[in-house]
């Protein structure tokens, strides 16, 4: 059996569940190496600016490893704040037939890369995207780094269109690249919540036929959140409220901006046991990102799983893939108010026409699951190895 090690900061939801569905599979051996080292399992996370601990397993299933890093200050949010000097011989100890390395910007994810290049198949997965890029000196310079780079990997997964284009335009041929879509567990998500579900919305004081539109996601600058209520105060509609669920640096400045206006709602952050129940409350689900990196946005994932129209801004990676204009939801120019405004104000005008809208998007995104990650990483494992 092709044994793969995956080389990753931390757990997250998101992953883990990728990894237990390999080992269930059985068809190829596989061991993950956590680079944060285990001070990861509880961590303050400056974007919600709170401890966050998931409330559903993430390390059960599989074979794992947690890796010491060194690194005075650990973290995920700059490159020496992955440290570990161990990792490329607990590699070597396992003797993998290839090593998936998700994330290229900490110092030890580097090395293996580059370390294992010509030695076993280096397989690489991230969510890069060229939606930001920029002219100028630093752009030609990290142009010339990334294509750097990506001559030592043998083969990427790309997770969409947008992350598709990047390893492109960075090296990668057609015959490097696999589709592993991003995904979210559908099922957990579709699984309905009715009885909390109307609790929530009573909590908002809704009535049947009022329409909710939600923000979930942390409450930063690259979100835009302030852009949305904008736009919702805008529209002024008695029956269409807005909640916010999260937190974050913008709290504040969202709260005063809305004043004591009752159609404005805001919820601390929730834990992935309850979040379907918000998704399922509302009707239509927002993300008016602005970058920079907002490299997909699987909060969207989340709310077509329970069958949510979509609006979002053309700087989420994954829109060109999930919102289809007049299918599932609309796609407005970030930044521009006026242009979400006057979506805001079409989708909004009926609700049957969401609920079409919503089961449009669970349709769409049911073929976006762990197993199509699953069977991409397996056909390439087995096959490029041989």
Request: aromatic share 12%; net charge positive.
């Amino acid at each position: 059996m092709k044994k793969l090690a995956v080389v990753t900061t931390h757990p997250i939801q998101y992953y883990a569940p990728v990894f237990k569905l390999l080992q269930q599979r059985s068809q190829i051996g596989i061991k993950v190496f956590y680079t944060w080292g285990k001070q990861a399992e509880a961590k303050f996370d400056p974007g919600f600016n709170k401890a966050i601990e998931w409330d559903i397993p993430l390390l059960e299933g599989y074979t794992y490893e947690w890796v010491e890093n060194t690194s005075p200050q650990p973290g995920s949010h700059y490159f020496k704040g992955i440290i570990n000097p161990e990792l490329i011989n607990s590699l070597k100890s396992w003797q993998p037939d290839a090593v998936l390395v998700i994330g290229w910007s900490y110092q030890s994810h580097l090395k293996v890369i580059r370390y294992f290049k010509g030695k076993v198949l280096v397989l690489f997965r991230g969510d890069s995207t060229l939606l930001d890029e920029k002219k100028g000196l630093k752009s030609i310079l990290r142009s010339v780094f990334l294509t750097w780079l990506y001559r030592h990997v043998d083969h990427a997964f790309y997770v969409g269109t947008n992350s598709k284009a990047y390893f492109k335009k960075y090296g990668l041929k057609q015959k490097q690249l696999s589709f592993a879509p991003h995904a979210i567990d559908n099922d957990r998500f579709a699984f309905k919540r009715d009885e909390e579900t109307l609790l929530l919305r009573k909590s908002l004081s809704l009535g049947e036929g009022d329409i909710l539109i939600l923000f979930a996601g942390k409450l930063e600058e690259k979100k835009a959140p302030q852009h949305l209520l904008a736009a919702f105060l805008s529209i002024n509609k008695p029956n269409v409220h807005l909640l916010f669920a999260g937190n974050g640096p913008l709290e504040n400045e969202l709260k005063q901006m809305s004043g004591d206006n009752a159609l404005v709602h805001f919820m601390e952050f929730q834990n992935q046991s309850q979040m379907p129940v918000v998704y399922q409350a509302c009707d239509l689900f927002c993300l008016p990102s602005v970058g920079p990196g907002e490299t997909w946005g699987l909060a969207i994932n989340e709310a077509m799983a329970c069958s949510k129209a979509i609006i979002a801004s053309n700087k989420v990676g994954c829109a060109v893939d999930l919102v289809k204009d007049g299918v599932n939801g609309s796609v407005f120019k970030a930044g521009d108010v006026s242009d979400l405004t006057s979506k805001l104000q079409e989708l909004t005008h009926d609700l049957s026409q969401l609920k079409t809208y919503g089961r449009e998007s669970q349709r769409i995104i049911k073929d976006w699951n762990f197993t199509k990650i699953a069977e991409a990483i397996e056909n390439k494992l087995i096959y490029e190895t041989d």
